[in-house]
């Protein structure tokens, strides 16, 4: 099991984001959204932490056509949480849906938060989201499950979860 920890914990590291903290206005204030961990310290505490939860916030579609992280060696689930609906519209209800997401899960407030989307950019604003509503820390996966297009412009070869081998299922 730690064998499968380590791998796991090694290949969580390489997809991360490794950006600086930034600084994200949210009303007159301004409250700090963690991009990603900062050292490999910081990820195991986010990997290791049994209330820290990994929240997918793709659509309904992305789940079920492209697959959902695994998370089944760390003994958790992944919640998934849709900050958009499909076709395209928000979901003015994203915040409501987490937080009972969180409630049927183990999550203690203050554990980390880590937000995954097809390439970044919706985890991101969800990150956001969820950070001015009082919770995290909050971490974006910067290339998401499939990253960023490649030179044949598709995803999931190059960068993201699936390109790093990390666990994963399909219906």
Partial sequence: MLRHFKAA???FSRFVSN???ASVPIGLFTRKLRR???SKRDLELLVREPSAQLLDVRTEAEWNFVGVPDLGLLNRQTLLCEWQFFPPAPNPNFVGEVQEALKQSNYRKGAPLVFLCRSGARSRAAAIAMTAAGYGPCFNIKDGFEGALD????????????????PWLQS
Avoid at 151 to 166: D, F, I, M, N, P
Wanted: charged share 30%; aromatic share 12%; glycine share 16%.
């Fill in 19 to 21: 950006e600086r903290d």
């Fill in 151 to 166: 030179t044949e412009l598709h995803r999931g070869a190059s960068a993201g979860w699936k390109a790093e081998g990390l």
């Fill in 9 to 11: 914990l090694f290949y």
């Fill in 36 to 38: 990603g961990p900062q």
